[in-house]
């Protein structure tokens, strides 16, 4: 059987959309946040690999297809933006604002967590752009000398987190107004955090959309200059 999965030249693809759609049935059959779709088909994934004996290296290979995925399908995050360009002109400097101070909060969170947990240079920096999309993250891991590998994981968790809570802290907080909705769950969770907010509203998903693009090109600049702080 395991020769069998490894001759398939796009068994790791195959396998991760099937993971995939596991979760998306589980999430709608219990309906709570702990069965997140990309959570679930991380864990059934793993299980799988390792029940099988397969390397990752073998799986990746057949799943790097997906990979190239990603910038094209970030892109297409514009589309709501598009649509909600008239509300954004009228709230572009509270956006812009706001999206700035998530970066910054990021960004300080990650040297205070390094600072408290005596992390070194590396590990570091490679957590500096967690609240990232996955495409401009690697980057960023690269430019610093970082774990790109655990960029990514951390990149991953960091969306799955705001995917699962993000709408619970609006509530906590009180925050109702579907500009600060999206700007906050775009800016803290990337791309994952926006199917959330998409779910939220339409000018949820937009100002999530926009919010993606804009703190990525925030956080390049700033992981360089908060990259010398330790």
Same mark, same amino acid.
């Given at each position: ?10 068994? +790791? ?10 979760? %998306? ?8 946040? *702990?069965? !997140? ?15 099988? !004996? ?6 990746? #290979? ?8 990603? /910038? ?26 706001? $999206?700035?101070?998530?970066? %910054? /909060? ?13 992390? #070194?240079?590396?590990?570091? %920096? /490679?957590?500096?752009?967690?609240? $990232? ?11 610093? !000398?970082?774990?790109?590998? $655990?960029?990514?994981? %951390? ?9 699962? *809570? ?21 800016? &803290?969770?990337? &791309?994952?955090? /926006? ?26 600049? +700033? ?8």
């Amino acid at each position: 059987m395991r020769e069998i999965l490894l001759e398939s030249t796009y068994f +790791g693809a195959m396998l991760s959309l099937a993971a995939y759609e596991i979760g %998306v049935l589980m999430k709608k059959k219990f309906k709570l946040p *702990i069965f !997140n779709p990309m959570l679930i088909s991380v864990a059934l994934i793993i299980i799988i690999l390792i029940f099988c !004996n397969i390397d990752y290296e073998s799986y990746y #290979d057949g799943a790097q297809v997906l990979s190239y995925l990603l /910038t094209p399908a970030t892109v297409c995050l514009a589309v709501p933006l598009y649509e909600q360009l008239e509300l954004l002109r009228r709230n572009i400097k509270a956006v812009f604002l706001g $999206i700035a101070s998530g970066v %910054v /909060t990021s960004l300080l969170f990650v040297l205070l967590m390094s600072m408290l947990f005596h992390l #070194d240079h590396k590990m570091y %920096v /490679t957590l500096l752009p967690k609240s $990232i999309t996955t495409a401009i993250g690697i980057g960023v891991s690269e430019e610093l !000398n970082g774990y790109v590998t $655990i960029t990514v994981a %951390v990149i991953m968790i960091t969306g799955i987190f705001g995917n699962m *809570i993000g709408e619970g802290v609006c509530r906590l907080f009180h925050i109702k107004e579907p500009i600060s909705r999206g700007v906050a769950i775009g800016t &803290a969770s990337h &791309a994952m955090g /926006t199917t959330k907010a998409m779910e939220l509203g339409e000018i949820e998903g937009a100002m999530s959309s926009l919010s993606i693009a804009v703190s990525g090109l925030l956080t390049v600049a +700033g992981a360089t200059i908060f990259a010398s702080f330790l």
